[in-house]
C-alpha cells in the first residue's frame, strides 16, 4: 500500500502539535497502513494523554483499488532482527505489553467466557490443541507475546533482543534475554533466568515427551548470566531465534520449584498439569477436565491496576452455532471461541445481534485432510497406525492423487464459510510470502475414476475392488456442523468414483487430547483420513512445518513409544523434506527461506499428505460490554486478557 505523503505530513504535524490523543494516531496511522515502527514513534511523541486499551491495533487496510496488507505480510522479527535483516524489531506500543494504565485490580466481577471445545488439560507444554492452549494463557506465560504485524512484545521479557541492544548475536548463533525484575510467583517466591532454564530442560527432555519438542530443541545450550539475564546458545545460525518462548502456543515459561522433581515419564501426569501455577494475571480456582474452569486473581500479578475482572469462568462443551448464539443474542455470555457455524446460519445471527459483534481476524490456518501413511488396521506391539507399518491403500500415489481432485473444496468454502474462508490448496498459507504460487486446486471425477482404473482399482457395483480387497476408508473429524457438513460433501464425490467412505464424528475434547490411552486422539490417528484446521503460530513457521518432518523419527513421528506426542501424524517420511527444513533452520536470507518454505509446501501438496481445503479467517465473539482487547492473528485471544474491561 503506497502511504499518502501530504497526509502523513499533516498527521506529523498534528502529533508535534499534541493536537491527537493516543487512539487517534492508532487510527489515522492505521489507515496511512504506517508499519509499527512509525506508529510506535508517533505514540511515543504524542505523550501519556489517552492509553490505548480499547482501540484495536493497526490491522489490515485498504484504500480504492489498493491490496489490503494483512498482519501475516509484515516483516517478521526474524528479517528484522537477524545480520541478513538489518533494523531491530519494534517494541510495539499495545496493551498487550502491559505499559498502559489498568482500570483497577477486581473492579468488576464476572467474566464469561465460552470455549465449546471443552479443555481437557492446563499445561501447554502437552496441548493438543487450542482450546487447552487457551484456558492456559490465563495463567501461564511466554517472554515475549506476537503482535499482528509479526512484532515482538515484551511480557516476562524486560526488553526485545535485537543487534541493537546486543541481545542478538551478529552471527545469528545466540541470543541473549533480560528479563522482568519485578516478577514473582503466585506464592510470592522470586522468578529468576532459571526458571527459563528449567523450561528449556523440561520442553526438550524426551521422557517428558512434551508436544514442544521441536520448538525448544533448537537451543543446544542455556547459560544463566544472572538472576535476570539468560543467553540461549544455538549449534548453528538460527533466523528463528525468537520462536522458542514466544507466544501462547508454544512459549510458556514454568516454575523449576514446583516441577523439578517431575523431569521425567511422571510429568504427563503431574498434578501441575490440572492446577498449574504461572505468572499470568489468573490462577485456578477449580477445573473440571472436559467442562469448566473457574479462575480468581493473582494477588502477585506485577500489575497492581490488573486485572479489572475478580474471576473468570471458561465453560467447555456446547457447539459453535450455541456459543454464537450465547454471545450475539441472548448475552449468555461475554466471550465465544472459534464460531465455526455455517455462513447462512451465521449471517442470520449476525443481522439479528442485540447483545454481541463477531469479530473477523485474517487467518493463519487452513481446514485440511489428513492421509495415513500408516496402516490403522494393523497392530503392532498393541497400537496402531504405528510407523513401521504400511498403508495398504494410500501407499499408491494414484490413490491419494485421486481424493485430492475429487475433493470439491470450493462448495466447501462457498457454501459452509462465506467470510470464514477460501478455497486453498496448500497447507501453509501464513506469512503471506510463504503462500505457495505454484499449487492449484482442480475438481474432477472424470480425472479421478482414471486414475483409479490405472491403479487396478476396478468398479465391482458401487464400490472398487483389487485383489478381492475393497476400496473402504474410515473418515474422521470432530463433531461440528461445518466439518459434518463438509464431510458429505466429500463423501457424496468420493462414492460417485467407487470408493466406501466411513464417517466418523468425535468429540473434540476427546479428538485434540493429549491422552495417551485414547484411542480417539488425532495423534492416535486409527483412521484411514483425518481432518483439522491447523496453521503456524509464529511469523517463521518452522515449528509447524515439523509436524511433516522425520530425521528424528523416535520424536517426530506420533507413536506408541514417544505416547503419540509427535507431531508427524501423517507418518509420513521423505528425505527431501527432511532436508529442506534443516536447511531452513539455519538459512539467514529471507528470499532464500521463503523458497524453502515453499518448497516444503509443495512437497507436502504434491505428494498429497495434507489435502487444503479452506483458508479459515478467526470468527469469534465479543459481548458489547467488553472492551481493551488488541487482536493479533498469531495469538489466542486471550493473551492479553488482564487489559480487558467492562462498560455497562
Known amino acids: 500500500m503506497t502511504v499518502d505523503n501530504d497526509k502523513l505530513n499533516d498527521l506529523y504535524d498534528d502529533v508535534a502539535a499534541r493536537r491527537l490523543s493516543r487512539r487517534q494516531v492508532l487510527k489515522r496511522g492505521a489507515a496511512l497502513g504506517l508499519s509499527a515502527p512509525i506508529i510506535a514513534g508517533l505514540l511515543a511523541a504524542c505523550g501519556g494523554d489517552e492509553d490505548a486499551t480499547s482501540t484495536p491495533a493497526p490491522v489490515a487496510t485498504s484504500g480504492t483499488g489498493g491490496e489490503a496488507t494483512t498482519p501475516a505480510e509484515a516483516t517478521t522479527p526474524a528479517e528484522a532482527t537477524t545480520p541478513a535483516g538489518g533494523d531491530a524489531t519494534p517494541e510495539a506500543t499495545t496493551p498487550s ?19 465449546w471445545q471443552a479443555p481437557t488439560i492446563l499445561n501447554t507444554h502437552f496441548s493438543q490443541g487450542d482450546k487447552d492452549g487457551l484456558a492456559a494463557r490465563l495463567i501461564l506465560e511466554p517472554l515475549v507475546n506476537l503482535n499482528s504485524d509479526g512484532s515482538l512484545q515484551p511480557v516476562l521479557a524486560a526488553e526485545v533482543p535485537s543487534l541493537e541492544n546486543g541481545g542478538v548475536a551478529a552471527h545469528g548463533m545466540s541470543v541473549t534475554w533480560k528479563l522482568k525484575p519485578d516478577v514473582v510467583w503466585p506464592d510470592g517466591g522470586p522468578f529468576p533466568a532459571e526458571d527459563v532454564e528449567f523450561t528449556w530442560q523440561y520442553a526438550t527432555n524426551p521422557d517428558v515427551a512434551a508436544t514442544t519438542f521441536a520448538t525448544y530443541d533448537v537451543i543446544s545450550e542455556v547459560e544463566v548470566v544472572d538472576e535476570h539475564t539468560i543467553t540461549f546458545k544455538f549449534a548453528e545460525p538460527n533466523p528463528a531465534w525468537f520462536t522458542s518462548f514466544a507466544g501462547s502456543f508454544n512459549g510458556a515459561v514454568l516454575p523449576k520449584h514446583i516441577l523439578a522433581d517431575v523431569l521425567g515419564p511422571e510429568a504427563r501426569n503431574a498434578p501441575f498439569n490440572l492446577n498449574p501455577v504461572g505468572t499470568g494475571p489468573y490462577k485456578v480456582k477449580e477445573f473440571r477436565p472436559g467442562d469448566t474452569v473457574l479462575y480468581e486473581i493473582n494477588e502477585n500479578f506485577r500489575e497492581p491496576d490488573k486485572p479489572f475482572f475478580t474471576d473468570v469462568e471458561l465453560k467447555g462443551g456446547g457447539d459453535a452455532t450455541a ?6 443474542q441472548t448475552g449468555e455470555t461475554d466471550y465465544a471461541w472459534n464460531l465455526q457455524v455455517e455462513k447462512a446460519v451465521l449471517d442470520q445471527m449476525k443481522a439479528q445481534a442485540s447483545t454481541g459483534a463477531v469479530l473477523v481476524n485474517p487467518g493463519l490456518s487452513v481446514e485440511q485432510l489428513l492421509l495415513n501413511f500408516a496402516d490403522p488396521n494393523t497392530e503392532v506391539d498393541g ?13 499408491d500415489k494414484q490413490v491419494r492423487d485421486a481424493i485430492r481432485i475429487s475433493s470439491d473444496r470450493e462448495t466447501i468454502a462457498t457454501q459452509l464459510y462465506g467470510e470464514a474462508g477460501t478455497a486453498s490448496p496448500n497447507t501453509l498459507v501464513a506469512p503471506t510470502s510463504f503462500d505457495s504460487p505454484n499449487t492449484s486446486m482442480e475438481y474432477d471425477l472424470e480425472k479421478a475414476a482414471a486414475l483409479l482404473d490405472e491403479a487396478g482399482w476396478i468398479l465391482d457395483g458401487n464400490t472398487r475392488k483389487k485383489d478381492g480387497k475393497e476400496l473402504a476408508l474410515s473418515y474422521m473429524t470432530t463433531v461440528n456442523p461445518v466439518r459434518q ?9 468420493w462414492e460417485q ?16 487430547s493429549s491422552d495417551a490411552g485414547n484411542p480417539d486422539t488425532i495423534s492416535h490417528f486409527y483412521a484411514d483420513i483425518g481432518m483439522f484446521t491447523n496453521g503456524p503460530v509464529s511469523p517463521y513457521p518452522l515449528d509447524y512445518m515439523s509436524g511433516f518432518k522425520s530425521n528424528e523419527p523416535e520424536t517426530d513421528i506420533a507413536q506408541k513409544s514417544n505416547s503419540w506426542s509427535g507431531n508427524n501424524y501423517n507418518r509420513w517420511v521423505n528425505e527431501d523434506f527432511n532436508k529442506l527444513w534443516l536447511q531452513a533452520k539455519t538459512e539467514l536470507d529471507p528470499d532464500v527461506r521463503a523458497e524453502l518454505f515453499i518448497g516444503m509446501n509443495d512437497l507436502v501438496v504434491n505428494e498429497v499428505v495434507r489435502i487444503g481445503l479452506v483458508h479459515r479467517n478467526g470468527l469469534t465473539g465479543f459481548s458489547n460490554r467488553l472492551k481493551g482487547h488488541v487482536d493479533s492473528s498469531w495469538e489466542m485471544e486471550v493473551y492479553d486478557i488482564e487489559n480487558w474491561y467492562a462498560e455497562e
Open 497 to 512: 468414483i467407487g470408493m466406501s467412505i466411513e464417517l466418523r464424528a468425535i468429540d473434540a475434547g476427546v479428538f485434540f
Open 97 to 115: 505489553g502491559g505499559e498502559t494504565a489498568g482500570k483497577g485490580r477486581g473492579v468488576g466481577d464476572l467474566l464469561r467466557l465460552l470455549v
Open 323 to 328: 456459543a454464537a448464539r450465547a454471545v450475539l
Open 383 to 395: 497400537a496402531r497406525s504405528e510407523p513401521t507399518t504400511e498403508h495398504p491403500i494410500f501407499k
Open 485 to 493: 457438513k463438509t464431510q458429505e460433501i466429500l463423501k457424496q464425490s
